[in-house]
């Protein structure tokens, strides 16, 4: 993971991460422990949080799990409903309010 992307996470103030981290993570490894860590303060299993890292990515992680943060109150099921926000982001819709977009697809691709 690049500093620029961490650098990035910073700047985009996630509130309920910053409130608990105050400092960035500046390696991988750093970034892992605390999503890691974090997710399971919000209800969050390693399987889960494993398969939304490759869905969306360091970055679009870090907001989707401050995203659900926000919202630990109203979800009587945190781990269903990031599952329900993984597939929807597979099939091309935006999560997290709009704040994690899928890249669009290029112009000549075809469904094989």
Known sequence: MSRSILHANSQRCRKALQYFYPKPPEREREAARVLFEFSSFIG???????????????????????????RTERLKHPEGYLSTMIRCFERGEPVAGGSVQPLPLPRNHCAV
């Open 44 to 70: 969050l299993g390693q399987q889960v949080v494993l398969k939304a890292l490759s869905t969306f990515g360091w970055e679009g992680l870090f907001i989707v799990v401050d995203y659900l943060a926000e």
